[in-house]
Nanobody, 124 residues
Framework: QVQLVESGGGLVQAGGSLRLSCGAS????????MGWFRQAPGKEREFVAT???????AYADSVKGRFTISRDNAKNTVYLQMNSLKPEDTAVYYC??????????????????WGQGTQVTVSS
């Protein structure tokens, strides 16, 4: 079992920045593909970013150039640095993990573990 705990959400003005963190339990974190998703009220959960065990990354077009996903395997933590935030980035952000794979994973249905989510609100 892997437990994921997100932190770092909050209220920020448009144009501002936030850094989300996701701490993971488990001894094999370095073997996990990690992802960030978000869900706004009344909308489906959508892909934001993913990173594999070797540090390759991929992003949704809506956040490309503004968000950066990274990981620190020594700390069992994945980060999402969010810059130039827009009101449409407002959502609950979730991190997710899938074990024993080197792939980049874009679909929420492929992930094995989820955090509880952290709220990000961007005011205009």
């Amino acid at each position: 079992q892997v437990q994921l705990v997100e932190s770092g959400g909050g209220l920020v003005q448009a144009g501002g920045s936030l850094r989300l963190s996701c701490g993971a339990s488990g001894r094999t974190f370095s073997n996990y593909a990690m992802g960030w998703f978000r869900q706004a009220p009344g909308k489906e959960r959508e892909f934001v970013a993913t990173i594999n065990w070797s540090g390759n990354t991929a992003y949704a077009d809506s956040v490309k150039g503004r968000f950066t996903i990274s990981r620190d395997n020594a700390k069992n933590t994945v980060y999402l640095q969010m810059n130039s935030l827009k009101p449409e980035d407002t959502a609950v952000y979730y991190c997710a993990a899938k074990g024993a794979t080197g792939r980049l994973i874009f679909s929420p249905y492929e992930y094995d573990y989820w955090g509880q989510g952290t709220q990000v609100t961007v005011s205009s």
